[in-house]
């Protein structure tokens, strides 16, 4: 049953993280808006899709996102809960990555983020309630190798995060963030740079080949949205046990 439960939105919840988050509240009876570019890989995924909304929108276009959202508010309400969960990571050294790759990564990992926001704020602060959850990174405090332009993106998500909360804070909203380290999800799907992956699945072997389960990273983003609305854990770190860095 959806009746008492507010909207939540999920960008990028075709695979990885947002797809686990979309399947915690699913189970737990929110009505839902599933944002993605693969629809057909939204539309896969084992949920009961009675209040389900899906669209294939892609973060970086403000207007198109805006219009998605406020379809599903007409359906359900208020936007809630807002992850903000879209994001590319394209490893590559910065003395021969194409500058395309890093634009991509700041348009989606910054850009997209700060749309989403844009959106469903004003209403929060008109309610004096809501949440955005931002997915960022370990590398969104730590620098990796041929990770430079993604580290710069997900500092970014950082810093904008602790910004914005320190803004909206006396309007009882929140904005919290979360910081996976290594996880097993599609992310590595698009790089380029051959050497860049090698060397990263030879460090993923240091950690006996198993990264962190993306479920876990789900249950963390639920955990944060069910404390009271008076309470905001504003950044949670994690990893597998066995990475080092």
Do not use: C
Not at 92 to 112: A, F, I, S, Y
């Amino acid at each position: 049953m959806t009746e008492n439960k507010p909207l939540v939105v999920i960008t990028g919840a075709s695979s990885g993280f947002g797809a686990e988050d979309a399947k915690l509240f699913n189970a737990a009876g929110y009505p839902l808006l599933l944002l993605g570019r693969r629809l057909e890989k939204i539309q896969a995924l084992p949920l009961d899709f009675t209040n389900v909304m899906t669209a294939a929108v892609d973060v970086t276009d403000q207007a198109a996102l805006a219009d998605a959202i406020h379809a599903a508010e007409a359906q359900y309400g208020a936007t809630d809960l807002l992850i903000n969960n879209a994001g590319v990571m394209l490893l590559g050294n910065v003395q021969r990555q194409d500058p395309k790759e890093w634009q991509t990564m700041l348009d989606t990992n910054v850009m997209g983020v700060l749309n989403g926001t844009q959106i469903v704020l004003p209403a929060m602060i008109q309610r004096q309630h809501g949440t955005i959850i931002n997915m960022s990174s370990i590398a969104g405090f730590k620098a990796f190798a041929n990770h430079a332009a993604y580290v710069a993106s997900k500092f970014g998500v950082h810093g904008l995060s602790e910004t914005i909360r320190q803004e909206v804070a006396n309007d009882n909203v929140r904005i919290s963030l979360v910081a996976p380290g290594a996880g097993e999800t599609e992310l590595l799907t698009h790089v380029t740079d051959a050497g860049a992956l090698k060397d990263y699945e030879a460090w993923k072997q240091t950690m006996g080949g198993l990264t962190l389960d993306a479920k876990y990273v789900a249950q963390t983003v639920k955990f944060i949205y069910d404390m009271p609305q008076e309470v905001n854990v504003r950044e949670i770190d994690l990893a597998a046990t066995r990475q080092d860095s």
